[in-house]
């Protein structure tokens, strides 16, 4: 796992309220870890603070496990 996977993860638990450690890639946004809509707006605000990447709201909408939000990401990169 690259450093800007790793990096998603730490994001996708700092919005999800979890500890890092407890985010893999195949839990799910919504259902695993509780990241409803807002909260897909504020992981797209951190990414593209972090990384630089610009992801639209309603692009954000379409991943469904933190794996394809790694995949978005590094499809943006």
Known sequence: MG???KRV???????ARKD??????DLRI????GVKSVGRIELAALLEDELGVEI?????????TVREVIGLVNSKL
Do not use: Y
């Open 56 to 64: 639209g709201n309603f692009e954000m909408r379409k991943p469904k």
């Open 3 to 5: 450093t800007e996977d």
């Open 30 to 33: 919504a259902e695993d870890l």
């Open 20 to 25: 890092v450690a407890a985010v893999s890639p």
């Open 9 to 15: 993860l730490e994001l996708v638990a700092k919005v």
